[in-house]
């Protein structure tokens, strides 16, 4: 992934990289390949000093999101668990891919294929045990849990709390709980207090369709204020924005806790806000134009990772039960 900055934000240097890597395991953008520019390389790749990017790197490194292996490198940490299955997952993949060629070598198309697994492929399964989906906003998080459940047609037990309700719970109240979702870049706070026994899942996240459509569908003459609640989330959120809309001309950025937030609000026609504004702004007059800057779980994720994730799961958890 390409780690960039703008020195035209009102966003510290050491701050954007911090926020770009987020982002980027956010996204799945390091799903493959997880090796980061050594502190000199990414250092001379930005124009900035070394010290610079390694402040950032050790923030990085006190959330759990990257380690530094003596002699080897730095790399964004996975869950352990989850790389492996990943890693089975991919093998299964080549399988079939090759399963393909020997079909086309006896003249059969992939649909032969397609048929057989629509013969054994249950619409909609139940999973026996519950799930829940820790994030920033129980609003955000009830919609990820909806659009997993419709696209990856189950049914399921499903509960949602913000990471400071999930901060506040007790321990029994975790142990309810046999699989965890949320944000990429956060599976590191929930690891702090739940063990290595419960697995945790989180599916890279990408611009929802209706927040490409609205951004696509803005004047060219518009202009637009973004606001971010999270100053580091300023560079990915104005990049979503450059090329979902690139005919866009004037745009201002702005954090939620700005001094001048509600002077902005009434000089901008156009209006997009990030994700855990929405609440806030409600007390401000609505713009011209207004929408927030939603994202989606990635259906790719969905199916080609945790739906083999939670079919293993519920077979472990059926044969467990006896």
């Known amino acids: 992934m390409k780690i960039s900055i703008d020195r035209t934000l009102p966003v510290s240097i050491q701050a954007q990289i911090v926020g770009a890597i987020e982002y980027g395991i956010m996204a799945g953008s390091f799903h493959h390949d997880a090796t980061l520019p050594s502190v000199r ?35 964004v940490v996975r869950e352990r668990k989850v790389h492996v299955f990943d890693n089975q997952v991919e093998g299964l993949r080549q399988r079939f891919q090759q399963l393909l060629v020997d079909g086309e070598a006896l003249g059969l198309s992939p649909s032969f294929f397609i048929g057989l697994l629509n013969q054994e492929t249950p619409e909609t399964f139940n999973l026996p045990f519950k799930i829940v989906f820790v994030g920033n906003s129980n609003r955000i998080n009830r919609s990820y849990l909806d659009t997993i459940q419709k696209t990856l047609s189950f049914n399921v037990e499903a509960e949602s709390y913000t990471f ?21 870049h956060c599976i590191p706070r929930l690891r702090q207090r739940l063990p290595e026994k419960i697995q945790i899942y989180a599916p890279y996240l990408l611009p929802s369709e209706n927040t ?26 104005l990049e979503g924005v450059r090329n979902f809309a690139p005919h866009l001309g004037e745009i201002k950025v702005i954090t939620l806790d700005d001094d001048g937030l509600q002077k902005a609000l009434a000089a901008w026609s156009v209006v997009i806000y990030s994700t855990g504004c ?29 739906l083999p994730a939670l079919h293993q799961y519920t077979q472990n958890y059926l044969r467990q039960k006896g």
């Open 164 to 184: 400071h309700e999930f901060d506040e719970l007790q321990d029994e109240v975790l142990d309810q709980y046999a699989l965890y979702l949320t944000i990429p």
């Open 278 to 306: 929405h609440s806030y702004l409600q007390q401000f007059p609505s713009s011209e134009v207004m929408f927030e800057y939603r994202h989606t779980p990635d259906p790719r994720y969905l199916r080609e990772i945790l």
């Open 212 to 237: 490409r459509m609205r951004l696509a569908s803005l004047s060219a003459e518009s202009r637009v204020l973004l606001i971010s609640r999270f100053g580091n989330f300023i560079p990915a959120m």
């Open 41 to 75: 390389a990414l250092g001379k790749m930005l124009g900035v000093a070394q010290l610079t990017v390694s402040h950032a790197y050790n923030m990085l490194k006190k959330k759990g999101l990257i380690e530094t292996i003596p002699g080897k490198g730095t790399y």
